[in-house]
């Protein structure tokens, strides 16, 4: 059983049951079958539900916010940017699709050579509390827009929000169980883990999980994406002019809006993808030519979905 702590009264505010071994296993079952199908859609319409996303997660807004300030205390304004802000990376991944999973052309002696991006699977994702929906969003926008499935086990002090999160997905008339919340402690993220229809797991956390998950998922051969504690720079693009971050200042990267910038000649503008934000961004060193708050990754970042590259040739 789960209980949710308001941090703001120390209050409790609800309760939730975790889900049983058998609750589980039909979850994990439905997410195989229905990212089979899924992987199986044109990607035009993989794109449109995204975009269909984006409009239910605006249009509960309001709803949202509010759970996540009752579950992890963060202010309203923040909450509702955040909101905000999951949708804006929907929209992007739904334009942008197209061109990172298109088939790249490689030179070779055959008649045709190209290298061709393939859906992994279901993959679980282990999200912390601090960014409730943009966290599980980032990840989930790409993923499914390449065909892949979502399994969530969510910060257990954000439930609803986890729950609100698969509703969501549902909502947005993707296949049933294609994306799908785990209740369960951590200790039993393991056995899922270790499942043969999880294909890869993603988490953001501390060092400490990171290096058990890491472990695990290396001996299990499974690709893996981590992001731990933001001991490294990870978080930060350099610029030529512009060195890494210094240890101190990246520690802080988890634990704030990530922050990013660009060179005047990236393909992106930052009025085409504003991040909506309750404070400004301190100013940047000049040879950074301007600066945008990371809502989405603009078109030079690479595409971030867990695929499977292989190539294919004829002769």
């Not at 008649?111 to 966290?135: C, E, H, I, K, T």
């Not at 504003?274 to 030519?289: E, F, H, I, N």
Request: aromatic share 8%.
């Amino acid at each position: 059983m789960i209980e949710v702590i308001n941090p703001a009264t120390g209050a409790a505010i609800a309760t939730y049951y975790t889900h049983t071994p058998a609750q589980v296993e039909a979850r994990l079952a439905q997410a195989a079958a229905a990212q089979r199908c899924w992987a199986e859609r044109p990607l035009a319409e993989r794109c449109a539900a995204l975009v269909r996303l984006a409009a239910v997660l605006r249009a509960g807004r309001d709803t949202y916010a509010r759970l996540i300030v009752s579950e992890m205390g963060k202010p309203l304004l923040e909450a509702e940017a955040e909101i905000e802000k999951s949708a804006l990376t929907c929209e992007f991944y739904a334009e942008q699709a197209p061109g990172f999973l298109a088939d790249t052309p490689v030179a070779s002696a055959a008649a045709d050579s190209r290298v061709v991006y393939d859906p992994l699977g279901v993959v679980l994702a282990v999200m912390p509390w601090n960014y409730p929906f943009w966290q599980f969003v980032r990840f989930a926008a790409p993923a499914l827009a390449a065909g892949n499935g979502a399994i969530l086990k969510h910060a257990s002090n954000v439930p609803g929000c986890a729950l609100a999160l698969e509703q969501a997905f549902a909502e947005a008339d993707l296949p049933t169980g294609l994306v799908a919340t785990l209740l369960i402690e951590a200790r039993e993220v393991a056995g899922v883990l270790a499942d043969p229809r999880i294909a890869a797991v993603t988490l953001t956390g501390s060092t400490a999980v990171g290096q058990q998950v890491a472990s695990q998922a290396g001996a299990l051969m499974k690709k893996q994406v981590l992001e731990l504690a933001a001991r490294t720079p990870s978080s930060y693009w350099p610029m030529p002019t512009w060195p890494w971050p210094r240890r101190p200042r990246s520690r802080r990267a988890s634990a704030t809006p990530v922050r990013a910038a660009f060179p005047p000649s990236a393909s992106s503008s930052p009025r085409q993808w504003p991040m909506p934000s309750p404070r400004p961004s301190p100013p940047l060193p000049p040879a950074c030519g301007w600066a945008i708050r990371l809502s989405v990754p603009p078109r030079s970042v690479r595409w971030p979905a867990p695929v499977c590259a292989r190539i294919c040739s004829a002769r």
